[in-house]
């Protein structure tokens, strides 16, 4: 039972709909939180959301998904009501990919989905291709599954990211305290592809209520520039390297068009094209990068068919592989 499960608190809530758990699985600086739906033996999806939000980005697709599934969905190290990571210590891909490894270890998931938005989308990119008999379907919500980097400006971005660490340890880092009202107009500002429920629902998790008002609960750190980069030939390799079925839900008003620049454009037809020609799936859908929360009717059933469709032919094959075998 995970209830058992060492390291794993599952925390109850009165308010919580929907049979709603909360989950904190203990890390060596603190604690990664998320919430859970979904009976327990049903067939484990772990959810991973983007860049600056948190897990409360699935509170309304989740629920139009199958419900024999189990899903997952954690608030990144840094992000929600997670703890943030120890000083001195970046945000990078590669360290998400860790703390996805630390989740899944405590959870002991053999097998699972993943369903990543945006940065969680290349976080489950990477993990799939690093431990690819692990993941049996990988649906991607406005992700490219991987976000190359220009070989001539690598090692400049990656300085930037060094100078950038130093800079904001030196510097006295000031909580601001707003009325919700201002912490929710800073959230919309910040964030045009939100509407203003979907705002208010990423608040749940991502304030916290302090004396005089609330305070955003996301580390500063993850503002700076990420230097955990890879070139264009190592993204593709990396995909080669993943197993499972992949759904690349693009919304044609989404990140396509906040990455439009000549050099992005062509990394993105090379990454497109190689998800074709190994046979995954790509759709476009109507909406904007938050679609998935804003309007969950038009990813839900595309999600749901895809995870019924794999997942279960995934397992019959190795039903009957193993039938075979005996």
Known sequence: MM?????????????????????????????????????????PVLCLHGWADNCGTFNTLIPLLPKDYQYVAVDLPGHGRSSHRPPGVPYTFPLYVMDVCRVVDALQWSKFSI????????????????????????????????????MKEMSTVIRQGFDELIQFEKKEQKTIVYTYEKALERLLDANQTLSEESAKILLERGVIEVEGGVIFSRDLRIKLKNIGRISLEQSLDMQSRIKASVLVLLADDGLEKMFDQPELNNYKSAIFQAYRDRNHTLVKVQGSHHVHLNNPEAVAPLVSDFLQTKVLSHSSTLTNNLTTKL
């Open 3 to 43: 209830q058992a499960l060492k390291g794993v608190r599952h925390i109850s809530s009165t308010a919580m709909k929907q049979a709603v758990s909360e989950l904190s699985v203990k890390v060596p600086w603190g604690e990664i939180r998320g919430k859970v739906w979904g009976p327990e033996h049903g067939h």
């Open 115 to 150: 369903i990543g938005h945006s940065m969680g989308g290349n976080i489950a990119g990477i993990f799939g291709a690093l431990y690819p008999e692990m993941v049996d379907a990988i649906v991607l919500l406005d992700s490219f599954g991987f976000l190359p980097s220009s």
